[in-house]
């Protein structure tokens, strides 16, 4: 699975939008962008993937780069319960083991 | 759908202590499996499961048993528990492996200490 890079930290102000950024240089033509968050002493809570083309649901947007080498997941309206660690995660699709990897993450402070 | 469900959410042992940590999906995922998470270390593959009677280990097997004798059911078995077994217990599952079907959703977890 390929490797990805995120900033540690990032501040939203309430109400606005979240951008949050994720580089994947290496990855490969069959692995997926997918996107979960931590908030505080819960469960990873999946919010989205994608392979190429931009994705949207209710809880955020996708954006990937036509390169694919790069990524940003977009929090239209940041609230306060939007505070959490943000994991960006490169995997193949359909892999042997369902293994996630998560990184470091960024973590996202919304502020009133 | 209640989801992943795990209990307990807190348990306290002492070395050499056995217990039995559950989780349960109501969704009729054929993929189940624990992680561990350690503060600094991220999230950790304990064991996992691609349905019923079919297990296999992660990436930090030792000191943990699984079985899977039905779909909705894969309890994570501590025989001897030991301090390096700290912890909190993340247990997942997914409709398949399958692309397009395997995204994951995690329990509330297993807040477990063993002194």
């Known amino acids: 699975d390929a490797k990805t890079t995120q900033p540690p930290s990032m501040d939203c102000a309430e109400g606005r939008a979240a951008n949050l950024p994720c580089n994947h240089s290496?990855?490969?033509?069959?692995?997926?962008v997918y996107w979960y968050r931590q908030i505080h002493s819960q469960g990873p809570q999946y919010i989205i993937h994608g392979l190429k083309n931009n994705e949207t649901n209710e809880m955020a947007s996708l954006i990937i780069t036509e390169d694919r080498k790069s990524s940003t997941l977009i929090l239209p309206h940041a609230t306060l319960r939007d505070t959490a660690v943000y994991y960006c995660i490169v995997r193949v699709a359909g892999s042997n083991t369902g293994k996630l990897i998560f990184g470091q993450g960024t973590t996202l402070q919304v502020k009133p | 759908n209640a989801g992943v469900t795990q209990t307990p959410k807190f348990q306290v042992l002492k070395t050499g202590q056995s217990m039995t940590l559950q989780c349960a999906q109501d969704?009729?995922?054929?993929?189940m499996s624990w992680y561990r998470q350690d503060p600094g270390m991220g999230l950790r593959l304990i064991h996992y499961s691609v349905g019923a009677g079919i297990t296999d280990q992660g990436e930090v097997p030792n000191g943990y048993n699984v079985s899977r004798s039905t779909t909705e059911d894969f309890p994570l078995r501590l025989l001897s528990a030991a301090p390096s077994q700290t912890s909190v217990y993340f247990c997942a599952s997914s409709l398949s492996l399958a692309g397009g079907q395997d995204t994951q959703y995690f329990g509330p977890g297993t807040r477990l200490t063993v002194l």
């Open positions: 290496t990855i490969s033509g069959n692995e997926y």
């Open positions: 969704m009729n995922h054929e993929y």
